[in-house]
């Protein structure tokens, strides 16, 4: 037990301020036996789902061949499905391998001088920031429970007058939510920081009526030159192996960012997910399971309220930040989750902004939630 | 049948100094039918191979699923796989989404200054230049068959003292091929180049030697910081779906890419497909395959050369440069190959560089080689 803690050690100390992959896990320490993986972010109705047409139409067809022999489609084709989709005109999309290519993509290449990045948050915002970008922090209180104000926010950013700022929402690692009216409150009275950049990877999760409507700002900024939404699949359609994402900005920086560069980076099976992600039937599909998917995650978040020595943060994405109280610490919880009952949750020691003990656990399937409940009431039991 | 022409023209338009993909012709237009995608520069045996090893270790497990659900490896992790099969120190591999991925990455952070580019060329190497980067031409001498005269090529370069050097090997589109102990001493009396990039994308497809030993300078240019060795794994192992590539540079380069970015940039099946890379049983089936396709693609180089009114450059990579002479036309020809025969060959119209009418041809199967050779006998009669 000792030994596969250790070598879980190692393996999170070379993967840095990321978790290491399930792939990584399986072949470091193949003696470990994973039952839920909940420092993974996705919904699994909507793996199911997109596995179901794979199947179907790659599979059954032997159409995959093709798809990994020859070479995909050039970006601006791809794009033109993201468009389709999402009903906008073309030349707005830039597609990416994951969307961690767009962060870097962005912020490489115009975030020249101060970035404010919201603590606590996804560490790659700050560590992409190149020497022409000064990061600077503004840190969501806990005790407003990660909260973001958003009119302090606002006098704040106007006093740092900062080149860039990044908001996600829902953030991760909290879950918190600005509501649609905020952001756009935050887009007028900020028109004059250069790139606004809004993380739009776990809105799919995320609602602001018992319909569960999805409210991404998309459709509200096409025509401000300055915002740039950057939107993850991996998330809401749960296929983080495919590595699809997009971000949505100007036709300029599209124009620009294409011009020498970002040519051919989704692969086959990327392009045959996007094709499927503009066609009604898979979609109307998909809203099914994203709406079941937030019931069940909801009723998961409500049961974790009653086990004690833990506070949970309220969440509309799918996952929740959880603080251990009375002495419990995060790397010996995580480390009893994934030896003992094969619970693979999100350590967030080395997440900066958070002050205190912390993990972070996904909403999986209804099943998966039950065996996470059991071993984190187990865990967290201070005799 | 001129209709069909017409959309395969503009669709030619909105891919740029690139052929439009086989997804794409498929998609856009649907009642044309490709025979021979003799424009894709791959070896279809190898291709077999990595497919035969998919279905068996991916599609009848179903860990294929797996795959695609969960996150990929970190780069690092992947680069391990390169390491193992090139014998290699770990912390000298770059891993990619595709070569061109490496091409911009490169390119964009390196390249300040002078870049000396050879002509004619893959697009990319110049395309990807930016502001900061002045592309300088060398330009191939026709009449010496393209031939690269080494000793000519290092005055030159003395002369233009520039920051970078690219040099393909063999060199696409014509397929000429430099020798190890010349390339050995472009980098001797060069050595003051900031950046030698040696692309090495066709090299599994070049010889020295009646046994068709590989000649790759990776284990030369291990200790010279300035050398880049950049690869593609879609052409020699026929994947071009996958998007894989990796480069070999300096510990410190490596290091400097990845301090912000490039984290998750493979794919479950690239991830699946590198770790059969570094695995013996693969390879030693796959240097069959290539030997074989090597000895195939000479065949058919041959009988190329009983062709009327064509010339054919020499080459020792998987293609060959085609001359259209007598009046000829390389929009016409490839036009009527492609719309009466359903082969698809490279128009090299807007390859600059190239004086004349030129079109490229990719060996395939023995069997598809025939399909081209009556195809291109047909086209190129003169009555």
Redesign the interface.
């Known amino acids: 037990m000792n030994s596969i803690s250790e070598k879980y050690r190692l393996l999170k100390e ?3 301020s ?1 978790s ?5 896990i399986k ?1 470091k320490i193949p003696e470990l036996k994973i039952n839920v ?1 909940a420092c ?1 972010l ?1 919904n699994p109705y909507a ?1 199911e789902l ?2 179901e047409y ?1 199947k179907r139409e790659m ?1 059954d067809t032997n159409e ?11 970006n ?2 791809i794009a033109n499905y993201v468009e389709k989709q999402l009903n906008i005109d073309s030349g707005h999309i830039f597609i990416c ?2 969307a ?2 767009a962060i ?1 993509a962005v912020i ?1 290449r115009y975030s020249k001088g101060k970035m404010v990045v919201i603590l606590p948050t996804f560490s ?1 915002y700050y ?4 020497n022409e970008c000064e990061v600077v922090y503004y840190t969501l209180d806990k005790t407003n429970n990660f909260k973001l104000d958003v009119d302090d926010y606002i006098e704040s950013v106007k006093k740092i007058r900062p080149n860039t700022i990044v908001l996600i929402n829902p953030n991760n690692p909290d879950g918190g939510y600005v509501s649609q009216n905020e952001i756009n409150k935050i887009i007028e009275e900020l028109y004059w920081v250069e790139n606004i950049i809004i993380d739009e990877s776990f809105i799919h999760f995320a609602y602001e009526d018992d319909d569960f409507t999805m409210k991404s700002i998309v459709s509200n900024v096409l025509k401000k030159e300055n915002v740039i939404v950057i939107k993850s699949m ?1 998330k809401d359609f ?6 699809c994402g997009y971000a949505v900005m100007s036709k300029e920086r599209v124009e620009d960012l294409l011009r ?12 045959y997910f996007f094709q499927l992600y503009s066609r009604n039937d898979f979609f109307e599909r998909y809203e099914i399971v994203r709406k079941k998917y937030i019931n069940e995650s909801k009723l998961f978040f409500d049961n974790l309220l009653r086990i004690d020595n833990i506070k949970i943060y309220p969440s509309r994405a799918n996952f929740v930040l959880i603080e251990l109280l009375n002495g419990l610490l995060a790397e010996e919880v995580s480390a009893k989750l994934l030896c003992d009952f094969g619970v693979y949750v999100r350590n967030c020691n080395d997440k900066i902004g958070l002050n205190g003990e912390f993990i972070r656990v996904a909403a999986r399937s209804s099943h998966e939630n039950k065996i996470i409940l059991k071993a984190l009431e187990d865990v967290t039991q201070i005799n």
Chains 1, 2 share one sequence.
């Open positions: 070379i993967s840095g990321h290491p992959s399930l792939n990584s072949e993986d993974f996705s793996t997109f596995l794979f599979l995959i061949y093709s798809v990994l022999e020859f070479y995909p489609s050039q601006k084709i391998n994951g961690i290519e870097q490489h790659s560590e992409y920031a190149t991996s749960g296929i983080a192996g495919l590595r020498n560069g970002y040519l051919w980076n989704s692969n086959g099976i990327a392009e």
